[in-house]
């Protein structure tokens, strides 16, 4: 997971991007994941938006295909502890937010605490890869904690301990594994 391993022959090696944790909340249920693949879709300031890449066998995205909403958070770099709490487990099996401060959005999201910034989407379109669902958002509300530092992958994975190292470099390859089976081919 730390990229190096997954992508130790191609140039996605040498990338060292932001960690994002998506909150959602449907039919009274909170839940949050671990997101690296989100950027930027549109250079047009007064309406931004958002593609995010996610997973649709994660509990997560159960919750956010239901309500059409969520919370997109870019981690602050002290918050590397919530790497393991939202990136190892399944919300099916243990509450993800036990312990942690939240905040609520005005439509009820989960809202983490001391990020670098938060952004309220809600989901315009999608596309289904079969393995990933590609989610193009509109930012309806956001907050910027200025002159923060963003947690970024290799520092993110440095600061765990070996085991738990081990564990989300594991859980990785067997998601990959998983998802091959599911991945669609748009052949021409």
């Known amino acids: 997971m730390s990229g190096t391993e997954?992508?130790?022959r191609s140039m996605f090696s040498l990338t060292n991007h932001e960690i994002f944790v998506l909150t959602a909340h449907h039919d009274g249920r909170d839940n949050g994941q671990?997101?690296?693949w989100i950027m930027p879709a549109t250079l047009v300031p007064e309406r931004p938006r958002i593609a995010a890449i996610l997973s649709p066998r994660n509990y997560t995205h159960e919750l956010i295909a239901g309500d059409?909403?969520?919370?997109l958070h870019m981690l602050a770099a002290d918050q590397h502890e919530l790497l393991p709490r939202f990136g190892l487990h399944s919300g099916r099996d243990r509450d993800k937010f036990d312990g942690l401060t939240i905040r609520r959005s005005a439509t009820g999201l989960p809202i983490i605490e001391g990020c670098?910034?938060?952004?309220?989407c809600r989901i315009l379109t999608s596309l289904d890869a079969g393995d990933r669902i590609v989610y193009i958002a509109d930012i309806v509300e956001q907050e910027l904690?200025?002159?923060c530092i963003p947690l970024r992958k290799q520092?993110?994975?440095?600061?765990?301990?070996?085991d738990v190292r081990i564990l989300l470099e594991e859980k990785h390859r067997v998601d990959g594994e998983r998802d091959r089976a599911?991945?669609?081919t748009f052949d021409e």
């Open 155 to 162: 520092e993110a994975f440095a600061a765990q301990p070996e």
């Open 182 to 184: 599911f991945m669609k």
């Open 68 to 71: 059409g909403r969520f919370i």
């Open 6 to 8: 997954t992508y130790s």
């Open 34 to 36: 671990v997101a690296t």
């Open 116 to 120: 670098c910034g938060w952004a309220e």
């Open 145 to 147: 904690r200025p002159g």
